[in-house]
């Protein structure tokens, strides 16, 4: 083409396509989800740009918000088109092609490894699969801020882009056409592309219509050498005007009664998906599968993991909003590597049905970002920009009331799993439960450190949240105990409830702490994680009990008769070790009753920093 203007792809998504293209990968169908996906994300960005423009829908065609499918057998292209909002010239170059995202060399490298291109919508780099069907691919598109402009490339590390002047126009929005390798014939058949978009598309918010052929009786006049006849038989191989046809004939059939039937194919839009979204319906109406399938679909994992937990709700009151909350069964890598600095949450925020962003972070605090869903709310103004939502009163509500549900959540994870029962019974008898066995650990495994944070970072919470705590203890035989469990065992008489913190369990257990404590009988909780440090100085008690660090001071385990005595008698080796050592070394040398074998110890001041925090901060400045 003569005024085509040629770019070449960023090196790593060069690269990208290179595997793609020569990829084995036997699933190429999720190509078909991603376009789906893609053109959604399209409209949902128009959408939310009429709110406060309306004429940027412009008219007629244009205003109808869909996704249409469309097969050319003998060319083997298939196209998927969308009214969204289009790219410009510039937004087609920089976002097909040269400027890599984030996640592409992360996709690359993951690709080398597992060879696995399901999750290929996690990494913002989906378009791509295109060409795991595709040799070569075209997109169309047009936005309201440019022309129509023609992108495409045969994935040879390069692309061009040409001003379209051959084309029908599209008013607005793209159109991806896939020119098909020859071994992916099977995406020309009507059906397969129905099941495949039956299947991955469920839950897109937007009507998706093939062009289908269809086999239907018409009525054409019995007489022979009528005119219009022939005209029948010339127009059915133009598709577009069947449906034109159809309605000039029954105008037709008025004037001539005397008809026959004959078999014709006629081709049709047909809808593919029925839009009423899930979080509407009646939470008692949704299946589990149905609930599995929603998450697969927000979370752009298309594996068979079930979500560990979900809640859908709805509230009511000043502020009014639904929302589905999901726990996702495995944490993402990065969870806790851009925790601080972060700006993302997972939660898709919608105003009356209307999607207005996925990065609203004021929904849920950042302890809970690992949680993935949406909010719809009635509350919320429409009209108004992102910016003033943000900072829109009922905000504070919906968020308040997130946190709670979510917390409740994540405590039926354990409520419901037979290892978390202290009851012997339940655990051995319940076998209806099966499915639920071992959740909550794996839950903790997954995302314990989140609760730690919240108990850090949320006050209001802290109780509810240290509920949801596990550790091992000297007690706990290797599982993990809770809170709860820990004071059901508490002796009588014992007012603390005893921890220590260090690197490992194995290093504490041998712990010259924890003599004496273990030789009467005291459970001791096992802090072995570098946060429990900081988790330590905000949770003060729990249920009316203190926490005690049995390496600091203040350890009390009961009043032994002997003490007084002791103290007397060793009155001149206390006096004489505490001035050898010197004010610089130690604040003061004690006769205790916390060791056993160990002839004395160094304990910690009791607002002082234990060895293990001296130790964690050393290694921070290093
Ligand atoms: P992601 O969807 O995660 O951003 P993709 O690789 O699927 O990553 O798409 C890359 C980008 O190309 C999108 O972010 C979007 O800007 C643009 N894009 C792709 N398809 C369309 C489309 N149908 N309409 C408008 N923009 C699109
Ligand atoms: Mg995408």
Redesign the pocket.
Known sequence: RSNAEKFEFQAEVSRLMDIIINSLYSNKDIFLR?LI???S??LDKIRFLSLTDKDVLGEGDNTKLDIQIKLDKEKKILSIR?R????TKE?LIK??GTIA?SGTSAFVEKMQTSGDLNLI?QF?????SVYLVADYVEVI?KNNDDKQYVWESKADGAFAISEDTWNEPLGR??E?RLHLKEEAGEYLQESKLKELVKRYSEFINFPIYIWASKEVDVEVPADEDDSSDEEDSSESSSKEESEDEDADKSEDEEKKPKTKTVKETTYEWELLNDVKAIWLRNPKEVTEEEYTKFYHSLAKDFSDEKPLAWSHFTAEGDVEFKAVLFVPPKAPQDLYESYYNANKSNLKLYVRRVFISDEFNELLPKYLNFLLGLVDSDTLPLNVSREMLQQHSSLKTIKKKLIRKALDMIRRIADEDPDESTDKEKKDTSSDNNEKKGQYSKFWNEFGKSIKLGIIEDATNRNRLAKLLRFESTKSEGKLTSLDQYISRMKAGQKDIFYITGTSKEQLENSPFLERLKKKNFEVIFFTDPVDEYLMQYLMDYEDKKFQNVSKEGLKLGKDSKDKELKESFKDLTKWWKTALSKDNVDDVKISNRLDNTPCVVVTSKFGWSANMERIMQSQTL
Do not use: P, Q, R, W
């Open positions: 991603e996906s893609n053109a994300d399209a969308d969204g909002i289009g790219m937004d976002n097909l995202k919508g913002g780099v989906g378009f791509y598109s929005g793209t991806i």
